[in-house]
């Protein structure tokens, strides 16, 4: 049980429910003009549902079951995961610099064991990392292939390195019963600093996206789908083109919701620079993707972390 003090809970508050969005891009992964879809998404949105996607839904299954066995532990059993340092198990706080939310998770590193979680779950937190990053994978090279670079797998690559920087997360947001009008904030208003994050929840609503012109929106749930979000990595390679998406969840108080990310990052020493046509200007300096993170996990969620690192100002 995530319990929040009445002074955090007040300031969690969203005052107004958000309109069902009916327009998110679905790409159909079997169809052929799937490439096309893909990038028109990202140019539009940085976010798009991924149908066909060829995880088995028995599979996807299993795997909520067992992060909702692992979230329903007595809290002195769930503790022994963290503390979240980054990695471990944490509830309200997250990061380390007074960001705060109606949520608990468990944030693992992709390349490690998964030691200090319980062995179903690991063994099956495993086999979906490799399920999902194979999707991910071919995902970014059909927008390679897509945008006309050379080298189809230039994203991929970064991704599927030995020592490619990879994490998981396991997100639940608990019912809350506050006299309150409105929303409890889940997890506040962010971008995701990797190149591309897989999203899988169960069949309760709860994403937000801020579309271009400014307002918040409400992503229909789906259970059976992918949901992937441009992250700052993937807007720096591809120079401004594709927009990382700023999102939010909210826990809407009747049902738990539960989801599962996957961040597709590359290795820390990865020079992240744009690929660019012959005569296009570079928007952003080049740097690490160990100095980018470093500077990420410095500030507040809701900061524009890409804003120092650009050459010219376009946010």
């Not at 300031?11 to 159909?28: E, H, Q, T």
């Not at 096309?36 to 798009?48: K, S, Y």
């Not at 396991?170 to 009008?181: R, S």
Request: proline content about 6%.
């Amino acid at each position: 049980m995530v319990v929040l003090s009445q002074r955090i809970l007040d300031n969690c508050i969203i005052p107004l429910k958000k309109p069902i969005f009916s327009g998110i891009p679905v790409v159909d992964l079997l169809e052929p003009d799937a490439k096309t879809r893909i990038v028109e998404a990202c140019e539009e949105f940085g976010f798009f549902k991924v149908i066909n996607h060829g995880v088995p839904m028995e599979f996807l299954a299993r795997l909520e079951n067992e992060a909702v066995e692992f979230f329903k532990l007595p809290q002195l059993e769930k503790d022994k995961s963290g503390p979240a340092n980054p990695f471990g198990y944490g509830n309200k706080n997250i990061g380390v610099n007074g960001d705060f939310g109606w949520v608990e998770y468990l944030l693992i590193s992709a390349g490690e064991n998964f030691a200090g979680i319980p062995t179903a779950l690991r063994e099956i937190v495993k086999e979906y990392v490799n399920h999902v990053k194979k999707t991910a994978s071919k995902v970014l090279d059909m927008m390679a292939e897509e945008l006309g670079f050379k080298t189809v797998d230039c994203f991929s690559k970064l991704i599927n390195d030995e020592k490619s920087d990879c994490l998981f997360r396991l997100n639940h947001y608990p019912p809350w019963t506050a006299e309150h009008t409105g929303n409890v904030i889940g997890f506040g208003e962010h971008t995701d600093p990797q190149i591309i994050s897989v999203v899988r929840s169960n069949n309760i609503s709860g994403l937000q996206i801020c579309l271009k012109d400014g307002p918040w929106v409400s992503v229909p749930p789906d259970h059976t789908s992918f949901f992937f979000n441009v992250g700052d990595s993937l807007q720096v390679l591809t120079n401004g083109r594709f927009m990382s998406v700023k999102h939010r969840v909210v826990a809407e108080g009747e049902k738990s919701r539960v989801s599962m990310i996957f961040f597709a990052g590359p290795p820390p020493s990865e020079k992240i620079k744009p690929v660019m046509a012959e005569g296009e200007e570079s928007l952003y300096r080049e740097f690490t993707w160990g100095e980018y993170k470093k500077s990420v996990y410095s500030t507040r969620l809701g900061e524009n972390r890409l804003r120092k690192f650009e050459k010219i100002p376009i946010s």
